[in-house]
Every structure is written in C-alpha cells, then in structure tokens.
C-alpha cells in the first residue's frame, strides 16, 4: 500500500544516472539495487505473511487433531455420546452427560454469582468512582485476573470450602432448602463450591469489558438525562446501562466461555463424581475436569477417543460462544480491539 | 465529565433519591465483595507460604512420600526450561502475526486472521494441552518439557499478535514516510523504524501473555508430566511450579500443602511482579512513540 503511494526514492536518481553521461554503462547496477531491494520487501512479506497464516493454521490443527482422534468414540456411540449418562471405562461404556451437566450447572451458578457483582463494580468505577481512585480499582480487580487457576484452586481447598462447610451450607439450607438446590449432606467438594470459585475467576473479565463498553457510551447521553432532573442512578439506567446492553451481553458470554473452559480450580474442589444430581450440595464432574484428572490414565483407545471426543465437545461449545461474545462486544465498540485477557 | 450530585436538586421526590442513595449503596457493596476474596488470597498467599519458605525450597528436589523436607528447586527451573520454550516458538510467530495485520492486513485475510486469534484466545487451555499431546507427545512417545512448551506457545499468539497490532498502528505514518523518503526498503522501515519505535508497548504485550500462561497447569498435566528430577532436557519430561503446586494441593499430607502454598507465592510473585512492571510501563509511558 505505502509502496503504491510512494514510489521507490532511488527510481529518479538511477534514471538521470543513466541519462546524463553513462549512456553505454548497462544499468545492470541500479536495476540489481532495485531488484535487492524488492527481493527483500517480496521474502519479508512472505515469511510475514506465513507467521500471519500460521495463527489460521493452528486453530485448523485443534481442529484437524480434535477430530482426527476422537474418530472412534464417534463411530462407537454416534449422537448417543452427548446422551448417555453411564461413564463407566472398565466395561468400555461411555456417556458424556454428567460432564455436560457439571460444566453447564457450574457455569450457570458462577454466572448467577458473578454477573450482578461485575456490573457493579463496573458501573461503580466509570460512574461513580472519584476519578484519582479509578486506575487503580480497576487494576485490582484485574489483578484477580493474574491468579492462577492452580492457586484458586489451592486456595478453595484450604479456606473457601471450609467456610462453605462451616458456615454457609447450614444457613443455604434452612432458608432455601425447599428450593431442592441445597438439599442432602454437604463435604465441602461440590457443585456450589465450584460455582463460587469460577465465579472469582470470571468477575475480572466480565467486568473489565463491561467497564469498556460503559466507557464508549457517548457522555451527551448522560448529559441529556441529567438534564431532564435525572438523579444519578436514573441517568446510569436510562443513558449507560440501556445504550450498553449489548455490550453488556457480550461481556456476560465472553465470561461464560471462560468458565465453561476452566480447568484446574474446578477439578480441585468439585468433587470429581460422574453423578447427576439435582442439589448443588452435591459433587459432579465437568468436561474440563474429567480430561485433567483421567487423560494420562486412560488405558485403552477407545476411552482416550471418547476424552479427546469431551475435548472436541468443549472446544466447540467454547468457539460458538465466544464468537457469539465477539460479535455483540464489536457491535457496541465498533470494532475497537477487546483486551479480554489482559 | 463530572456528573453533580443529583440529590442536592429541590424537587425530587424522596423515593427517587433514596433509590439513588440505595443504588450507590450497592455498587460500593459489590465491589467490597468483589476486592475481598483478592485480599483473602493474597493474605492466605503470604500468611501461609511465606511460613512456609526456606533454603530449601530453592535448593532441593522433592522427598519421597513420607520423608519431611524437600524443595521445589527442579520445578522451578523446569517451569522455566518450559516458558522459555513457549516463548520462542510463541513470540516469533506472535510478532510476525502481529506486524501483518498492521502493516499488510487491511484485507479479508487480516480480519480472518484477527477474527481467529480471538477465537483461539478463548479455547479452553485443557484443550490445548490435548493438541500438543496429539502432534509431540504421540510422535515422541514420551512426555517432554517441549510438549509443553508448544501448548503454550499456542496459547501465546494471540496475545502477542493482538497487543503488537495496536502497538505498531500507534506509531505515527510520517515516520515510515520518512524511512521510505530516504530509499529504505519497506521490509527495513518496518524493522528498524516502526518495529523499533514500538519496542516497549510489543515487550508489554509479550508480558501480558507471558504471565497468562506461566500460571497455567491444565495444558502441562499430559504434555510435560511432571518429574521429581532434575531435568534441562527439552524433550525429557519435566517438573513445573504448577504442576508440583496441583500434586502437592490434592495430596493427604501437610508438609506437601506446606510446600504447595510456598510454591504459590513463588508464581504469584513472578506472575504479578511481571504483571505491575508492564503497568508500570505503561503508566510513565514508555512507549516508543511520541
């Protein structure tokens, strides 16, 4: 492009070179130049060009890999996979419903959890926040972001399901035990446990997204409100938060994506039981999990087919979703980049 | 930008004021709640792992089960045989995708290519670690540390792609006019003048990404394995800071939980310590462009 518009510099030079006093010289020597030149520009865009496709390259390889070796879960149990609830390896029967399930409800208590919290802390910081103090609220929220999901885990383990144990699950049962959600005996290792800790994983990202998409709301919006005799909280409702819905949305998703991918924090402290069960007092299995904590000690083809098939299964389910993310943060910030991950 | 206390405004009715009052009330308490299990886990973090830091720790591999002591000495260098593996076959490729979409990429191409790296952003780590398992560890027959390493690496691109894209596009165009003004080829102007000029906000991006994936333990669990060994082979398995922190956490005996919390706080430090120097950066503003 910036070739086109501005034509190589030394083209001038090397014409009046020739013209002038050395007409018999060849003009092998600003040619070979120009030619160096351009040869390096050509290898340069191509080897840039490859590093570029290489990004395309490696998600075909996932998907390439995924498929490849999940083969022959997929011709042994067909749709029936995603149906059966028996995961049962000694007699070779598998069934990846528990997975889903634990994955599904996981996600959905983290969400039920994290989405109001986020959206508050996000509104708090671009709208109510003295500005001095917004930099750094924002950057201890993210750094929430920078723990480790080994570390939570670690953490669930010792302090967080201790606490659940000790304090919360007798009150969650007295006053909502007739919902059905938080019946049966608690260990501690379970659903709910689970569903808090990824709930402080995803709080940084859906709410830094959040923060963004509320930051490009345009201010006359506010002002407008304002001056109608808004009060403050009016003005958030009617202008921010009903301009940004879409965004919003889209943050939410992006939050979903991450927790249904979640690994090591989930495993540690879930409970790791194939069961499905309505209460979240009691364990399950996610997909994630089930691929951590059985991958290396699958003995047979076709049980490491039907891990890589959960493998498949999740990538997925995870593409659909964050693309759907992508979409909806896009339509609000207009394509402005997201920096979802940092 | 400031909005003025609505409240002090005569005519309006008390419910509509209490309701503000009460909404401000909640957005304070959400992020009370928010910032406090951040604080609960960085105290836990230095209450329990700085008790438990010693010499040894740094200097010794871990003890068979049942004998106190022992360090993690040999996952801390196998975490960073592993990263520096990911680092250079991620980075290279990272940069690379990064300098196409700014500088070639205003084409259908440079939008699948942006498109896909933020899909390849969100792919659960777990899963990367089964693709790395698939091309290394099934051809090697063996886990390695360089299994590992590319399932990181994998994990790396997007990041660096993404952050040196908007780096490079930050560096002003009469720069490069001026390179190209001056008969410098445009593979050289994009090296040594706008490349160069974005050096610091490229390394922010490549920390940024760096401290995602030194944390990660999902990817390395049936790429690099673990080890109780010394080991600086890349294509040997290998103990790394997390792996060793997930045994040691699932396991019945304290001294090992002891040990895990250590190991947390060694990465939590190396992670957030990489993380506040690239804000650092970033707040003093030492992007190369003016």
């Keep these: ?342 | 930008m400031e909005t003025k206390p609505s409240s002090r405004v005569p005519d309006i009715s008390l419910r509509r004021r209490l309701t503000d009052h009460a909404m401000t009330g909640l957005a304070i308490l959400t992020v009370i709640l928010v910032l406090a299990p951040l604080v609960a886990v960085f105290g836990d973090l230095v209450y329990k792992g700085a008790s438990s830091l010693n010499w040894a720790f740094f200097t010794q591999t871990p003890k068979p089960v049942g004998e106190a002591g022992g360090g993690m000495a040999n996952a801390i260098v196998g975490s960073v045989l592993i990263l520096g593996v990911a680092s250079l076959i991620g980075v290279p490729f990272g940069v690379g995708a990064g300098i196409y979409l700014a500088e070639y990429g205003r084409n259908r191409l440079g939008s699948a290519i942006r498109f896909t790296a933020d899909v390849l952003n969100g792919v659960p780590s777990i899963v990367m670690g089964i693709v790395a398992w698939a091309i290394v560890v099934l051809y090697q027959r063996h886990f390695s540390a360089l299994a590992g390493g590319v399932a990181l690496a994998i994990m790396m691109v997007p990041t660096i792609c993404r952050t040196t894209e908007e780096m490079l596009l930050l560096v002003p165009r009469s720069l490069r006019e001026a390179a190209y003004g001056l008969g410098v080829p445009r593979w050289r102007t994009t090296l040594s003048i706008t490349l160069r000029t974005a050096t610091s906000g490229v390394i922010t991006g490549v920390m940024l990404a760096f401290a995602r994936i030194a944390g990660e333990t999902a990817p390395l669990l049936f790429t690099t394995f673990g080890s109780p060994y010394w080991n600086l082979q890349p294509n040997q398995p290998t103990a790394a800071l997390p792996l060793q922190i997930f045994v040691y956490a699932n396991s019945p005996y304290d001294d090992w939980h002891r040990q895990a919390w250590a190991g947390s706080l060694v990465l939590i430090i190396l992670i957030v310590g990489a993380v506040s120097a690239v804000r650092y950066a970033v707040r003093r503003g030492t992007f190369g462009t003016a």
């Design chain 1, 1 to 342: 492009m910036a070739n086109a518009a501005f034509p190589r510099p030394d083209m001038p030079g090397a014409q009046s070179l020739q013209g002038s006093k050395l007409k018999s010289v060849p003009m092998a020597a600003p040619l070979r130049q120009l030619r160096a030149g351009e040869f390096g520009d050509h290898a340069f865009a191509l080897i840039i060009t490859a590093s570029g496709l290489a990004v395309i390259g490696a998600l075909l390889l996932i998907v390439y890999e995924l498929v490849l070796r999940s083969g022959l879960s997929w011709h042994a149990f067909g749709w029936k996979f995603f149906a059966g609830s028996d995961w049962d390896p000694v007699s070779e029967k598998f069934g990846a419903l528990p997975f889903i399930y634990g994955t599904l409800v996981s996600s959905l208590v983290a969400l039920v959890i994290a989405v109001p919290l986020s959206i508050g802390v996000a509104v708090f910081t671009t709208e109510m926040c003295p500005k001095r103090f917004r930099g750094s609220l924002s950057f201890f929220v993210e750094l929430l972001a920078a723990i480790p999901s080994v570390i939570y885990g670690l953490w669930a383990i010792f302090v967080l399901v201790p606490i659940l144990y000790k304090y919360v699950s007798p009150l969650l049962a007295k006053t909502l035990g007739w919902t059905g959600l938080f019946t049966g005996p608690f260990f501690g290792y379970s659903m709910l446990a689970a569903g808090i800790i990824l709930a402080i994983m995803i709080i940084p990202i859906i709410s830094s997204i959040t923060r963004e998409v509320l930051a490009v709301v345009p201010q006359h919006q506010r002002e407008a409100a304002l001056a109608l005799g808004a009060t403050r909280w009016e003005m958030i409702r009617i202008s921010v938060l009903g301009n940004a819905r879409a965004g919003i949305m889209g943050a939410i998703i992006l939050g979903l994506g991450r927790a249904l991918g979640e690994t090591m924090a989930v495993t540690m402290v879930i409970g790791n039981s194939p069961h499905i069960a309505k209460s979240l007092f009691a364990p399950g299995y996610t997909m994630a999990s089930v691929l951590a904590n059985e991958f290396t000690e699958a003995t047979s083809n076709l049980y490491f087919s039907a891990l890589v098939e959960i493998g498949l299964a999740l990538f997925l389910v995870t593409i659909v979703v964050n693309a759907l993310a992508r979409l909806l943060v896009w339509s609000v910030t207009r394509g402005q980049p997201v920096r979802a991950s940092a």
